[in-house]
């Protein structure tokens, strides 16, 4: 389903909504997108924000029993952000699960091809690079990392093209603390860079993310934002399906984010597992529409990488 916001032209932000839960095991996170675009809150980014779109599974499973139904979302979601990509329009990803971003970066990293390399920052307390083989949950939001550097089931890892999508050179995590050894081996056998929240808290956010923005833009046309909720301190966002303790600040992280803003090369934003069944106060709702207004006002011009090769 496509509509149009108030005061919605071509030149503004397009809402994705991917509604499932197909690939986590706490329902909840279907509701995410819906909520969002229900919100009160949703004035405060009216002037943003173009179209908006939700796309529905077509089925129910969970587990490794859902790669079907996931593929077949996944493929729509791909197909949406690679058109928006080509035509350089701005886009927000609203889950749903963390499973979206196997659709969402396919697109965007096959959408960019002609161009140069995709680059990509992962926020999230997980690293999301399990396989089928190694998964001890059998959850597929655990799965799409490993998924769009080329390794995991094909229905995955072939979306749109059968080329990995992500090099890991252009590749880092932030926030870091929840993991099991067989993801950190293959990341750090692909040698991705991993920012613990243990460096981030020695170092300090700010340094941390002009660093990754700096693997991420170095010799690529572009780069993507990946922002799994449960990054944030559960203290902060309760509104997510698996937290983990001793998160990012909100404070911390929008000052930081600041130098991100309307940063030329950006190429989309996802924001995955909002759970509203856990939100407390519309806490972690709020956090969403500052993320989107941190890194998406006033509005931008792109621009191709000139350092991309």
Not at 24 to 39: K, M, R, V
Not at 134 to 149: F, K
């Amino acid at each position: 389903m496509e509509s149009q916001m108030p005061n919605s032209n071509t030149s503004k932000i397009t809402l994705l909504g991917y509604a499932t839960d197909l690939g986590g095991a706490c329902p909840g996170n279907e509701l995410g997108p819906q909520q969002i675009i229900d919100s009160p809150l949703m004035q405060s980014i009216d002037k943003l924000i173009g179209k908006y779109q939700y796309l529905y599974p077509e089925g129910k499973a969970h587990g490794l029993s859902a790669l079907p139904l996931l593929h077949e979302i996944n493929k729509r979601l791909a197909v949406a952000t690679e058109q928006l990509t080509r035509a350089k329009k701005d886009f927000v990803v609203l889950g749903g699960d963390h499973s979206s971003a196997i659709g969402t970066w396919s697109g965007v990293s096959t959408g960019l091809a002609k161009e140069g390399d995709l680059g990509l920052i992962w926020f999230d307390a997980h690293m999301d690079s399990h396989t089928p083989e190694t998964t001890p949950s059998g959850n597929i939001h655990g799965m799409p990392l490993a998924a769009l550097l080329g390794h995991g089931d094909t229905s995955l890892t072939h979306l749109l093209t059968p080329n990995p999508k992500l090099k890991p050179e252009h590749v880092c995590l932030i926030g870091i603390r929840s993991f099991e050894a067989a993801e950190k081996e293959l990341l750090d056998r692909l040698k991705v860079r991993i920012f613990t929240m243990q460096e981030i808290k020695e170092r300090g956010l700010e340094i941390v993310l002009s660093e990754a923005l700096s693997i991420a833009t170095s010799n690529t046309a572009g780069f993507g934002i990946s922002f799994d909720l449960d990054a944030i301190d559960p203290l902060e966002a309760p509104g997510v399906s698996t937290p983990a303790p001793d998160g990012l600040s909100t404070l911390s992280l929008y000052t930081a984010l600041k130098a991100w803003n309307n940063h030329p090369l950006l190429t989309g934003l996802e924001i995955a597992e909002f759970n509203p069944t856990f939100d407390i106060k519309a806490q972690t709702e709020t956090i969403i529409f500052e993320l989107i207004h941190s890194l998406y006002s006033p509005p931008r011009t792109k621009q191709i990488n000139p350092t991309a090769e």
